[in-house]
């Protein structure tokens, strides 16, 4: 049973830094990419990290200030997100991908991230 749930969002001033979480359960053999869906817009793409950690993928938007990272051993998805800019805020959803960036269809609840001036 796929299980995701995500923490770490909140609000924060343009330049600052917030760190996401996503502990997940039946994934374990998945790429898990973050995906973003701001008020009024479709849901994008924003990173993702293979089954093992060893292979990454970033949106050209943060491409340099988010870092997606996982541990296996805890079963949890991590994404560091600094410099963070107002068109950053949205909600932010992990979730099991097939391929590097395509949603399988399983999804959280979402954390909120809103990023003022």
């Known amino acids: 049973q796929v299980q995701l749930v995500e923490s770490g969002g909140g609000l924060v001033q343009a330049g600052g830094s917030l760190r996401l979480s996503c502990a997940t359960s039946?994934?374990?053999?998945?790429?898990m990419g973050w995906f973003r869906q701001a008020s009024g817009k479709e849901r994008e793409f924003v990173a993702s990290v293979g089954w093992n950690g060893a292979r990454t993928d970033y949106a050209d938007s943060v491409k340099g200030r988010f870092a997606i990272s996982r541990d296996t051993s805890k079963n949890t998805v991590t994404l560091q997100m600094n410099f963070l800019k107002p068109e950053d805020t949205a909600v932010y959803y992990c979730?099991?991908?097939?391929?590097?960036?395509?949603?399988?269809?399983?999804w959280g609840q979402g954390t909120q991230v809103t990023v003022s001036l």
């Open positions: 039946g994934v374990s053999t998945y790429t």
């Open positions: 979730a099991p991908s097939v391929g590097t960036r395509n949603p399988y269809g399983y």
